[in-house]
């Protein structure tokens, strides 16, 4: 268990920043800003567009929509992303540039879901938004160059979390049809006692305080994280979910609750494909370029959705 070296360097180098839990509402979605600044050179796509989209309540959300210089297939299979923060913080723009790598690392259309964010919006708001979005995608896949059939819920961390949710929400109201679920190192458990939470809750960029945090934003009252929809680890019925593919970072809190979920998808008889990013801690899809090891988490993501859908384009 070694962290990557440049990742090493940048705790290093930040570890006198002041911790998530202590910052204002206002202070903590400011300091996410800082990010962008370890993506790397802006990755250049076939097409950006960007829709209006009404959700349940009758409010109107965004979906960008990124599509890839070389496409898996035409049309391509579509991901539906939902971006990481904590439920509370983050936008469209702070995950533009890790959208524009996805879409070129596997081929896909990926259409990246500006959600209404918590405490403004609380649980289940944001999962409602993302869900409508994923339904628009589906009656809409054609219209943005992709395939209705082969339609992919993904996100990281809290975004991991609505994925997931998404996914039985969707087995749960007859649609729409998913077939994978891409999570990058998500949130999948109202809890904090895990032996990676222990091993790695100080000096890897994310804690317990932390998520505690975010929790608290997310949801109204405490009880709500017994929901399946809020914690999908805790759900008594994982059957007939979409395949999946998680990854997780060996230095994160979230781990182990990244892996419970996978290993409970497999027995439930869903066909699952667990990786864990040797070295990676949370919130590596934004670190291509401070630490250029962390492109395994797009070479993986590429693997995965071509043995899923391959070049023929079957499902």
Known sequence: MTLDPDIAAFLKRTASAPPLESLSLEEARAASKGLVQLQGPTEQ???INTFSVSTVDGAAI????????????????????AHGGGWFRCTLDDYDNPCR???NATGCVVASVDY?????FKFPTPLEDYYAAVSWVAANAQRIGGDPSRLIVAGDSAGGNLAAAAASMARDRNGPNIVHQLLFYPVTNFGFETESYEAFDTGHMLTRAAMKACWSYYLADIA???SPYASPLRSQNLAGLPSATILTAEFDPLRDEGEQYARRLCEAGVATQLRRLSGMIHVCIHFLGMAP???VLFDI???AIKARFGKSGAS
């Open 45 to 47: 796509v076939a097409q």
């Open 62 to 81: 965004l979906v960008r929509i990124y599509r890839p210089i070389i496409p898996l297939s035409d049309p391509a299979p579509v991901i539906v992303f």
């Open 101 to 103: 790598s996805l879409a």
């Open 116 to 120: 209404r964010l918590a405490p403004e």
């Open 224 to 226: 709500d994280g017994g």
């Open 293 to 295: 090891a962390s492109r």
């Open 301 to 303: 993501s590429r693997e």
